[in-house]
C-alpha cells in the first residue's frame, strides 16, 4: 500500500509559477512511477507528467511541455510539480498518483486526495 499526500496549491495569476508537492510513504521503491494528473470542472481527469523513480525519466502531456517540471528527492521520498507560466486553462484540481512499473499515462494505483489550483486571468 502506498499513500499519497500532495500540498502546495492555491490561488494565483497568469503568468506566475507554483510548486506542488507530493509525499509518499509505505510501500514504494525504484520500480515506482510517480505522476501528476489534473481535473478541471466538468472534464475528465488528464494526465500532466510523470517520472520513474528508478532512473528519473519522464513524461509530459503536451499542453504543459515547456512549462511545468516534475523532480525527485530520493531523501524525502516526495515528487515535485514545479508550474511556471501558469494559465487559467491550467486551472484544476491536481492529483498525486503512483503505479508499480514504468511511465504510463493511465493504470495508477494510488492516489492522493488532490490540492486545488486556480489561475486568474
Known amino acids: 500500500q502506498v499513500q499519497l499526500v500532495e500540498s502546495g496549491g492555491g490561488l494565483v495569476q497568469a503568468g506566475d509559477s507554483l510548486r506542488l508537492s507530493c509525499a509518499a510513504s509505505?510501500?514504494?521503491?525504484?520500480?515506482?512511477?510517480m505522476g501528476w494528473f489534473r481535473q478541471a470542472p466538468g472534464k475528465e481527469r488528464e494526465f500532466v507528467t510523470a517520472?520513474?523513480?528508478?532512473?528519473?525519466?519522464?513524461y509530459y502531456a503536451d499542453s504543459v511541455k515547456g512549462r511545468f517540471t516534475i523532480s525527485r528527492d530520493n531523501a524525502k521520498n516526495t515528487v515535485y510539480l514545479q508550474m511556471n507560466n501558469l494559465k487559467p486553462e491550467d486551472t484544476a484540481v491536481y492529483y498525486c498518483?503512483?503505479?508499480?512499473?514504468?511511465?504510463?499515462?493511465?493504470?495508477?494505483?494510488?492516489w492522493g486526495q488532490g490540492t486545488q489550483v486556480t489561475v486568474s486571468s
Open positions: 509505505g510501500r514504494t521503491g525504484t520500480m515506482y512511477s
Open positions: 517520472i520513474y523513480w528508478g532512473d528519473g525519466s519522464t
Open positions: 498518483a503512483a503505479k508499480r512499473g514504468r511511465i504510463t499515462t493511465r493504470g495508477y494505483d494510488y
